[in-house]
């Protein structure tokens, strides 16, 4: 089993360009999550998919949009990037009791 | 506002020491709490989870919970330098989100 894979693992995008971040997992799990991690704030929930067919706002959901595709895909969209959205973004994927398994992640830089 | 609130550190012990690292959160109803290791430029890993009072021992690892307290704690016994990582403790908040410390720094030196 391969887990949470993402793509890509770097991106470099020029300030209003967009684009999208892939996420699947192969656990059979129901819910899906989007992090971003920047030094000094720790691991802040962007969107989250409790299952198939449903998503919710996190913490910091501003600028984003997300779509999941299938119990097994959830993807994140930046619409038109800015340099407060350089960061490294993490998909996770957890089952009923709440255990949560990260992706390798994505390295963002917008300039 | 939920919160789960680390030390930072870093926390220094020598090799073959314990290594206790410390979390406290402000939810009195959070039922889960999870222990996380990230080494630089690598995802969490989760390597503990405990749901009820008391210890639970994996290993080297010993998670500890004291709902009372609201405080949840992991020991590492005979610390190693590959265990150098940044320690992140997160707590079930409702639903099927978690909350997450800003993580406590160990180094182990040899």
């Known amino acids: 089993n391969a887990g949470v894979t993402q793509t890509p693992k770097f991106q470099v995008l020029k300030t209003g360009q967009s684009m999208t971040l892939q996420c699947a997992q192969d656990m059979n799990h129901n819910s899906m999550y989007w992090y971003r991690q920047d030094p000094g704030m720790g691991l802040r929930l962007i969107y989250y998919?409790?299952?198939?067919?449903?998503?919710d706002k996190g913490e910091v959901p501003n600028g984003y949009n997300v779509s999941r595709l299938n119990k097994r895909e959830f993807s994140l969209r930046l619409e038109s990037a800015a340099p407060s959205q350089t960061s490294v973004y993490f998909c996770?994927?957890?089952?009923?009791?709440?255990?949560?398994?990260f992706g390798p992640g994505t390295r963002l830089t917008v300039t | 506002q939920k919160e789960v609130e680390q030390n930072s550190g870093p926390l220094s012990v020598p090799e073959g020491a314990i290594a206790s690292l410390n979390c406290t959160y402000s939810d009195r109803g959070s039922q889960s709490f999870f222990w996380y290791r990230q080494y630089s430029g690598k995802s969490p890993e989760l390597i503990m989870s405990i749901y009820s009072n008391g210890d639970k021992e994996d290993g080297r690892f010993t998670a500890q919970l004291n709902k009372a307290s609201q405080y949840v704690s992991l020991l590492i016994r005979d610390s190693q330098p590959s265990d150098s990582a940044t320690y992140l403790c997160?707590?079930?908040?409702?639903?099927?989100?978690?909350?997450f410390g800003k993580g406590t720094m160990l180094l182990v030196s040899p």
């Open positions: 996770a994927s957890s089952g009923d009791i709440y255990e949560q398994y």
């Open positions: 998919s409790a299952s198939e067919g449903t998503t």
């Open positions: 997160a707590v079930n908040s409702g639903y099927s989100t978690l909350t």
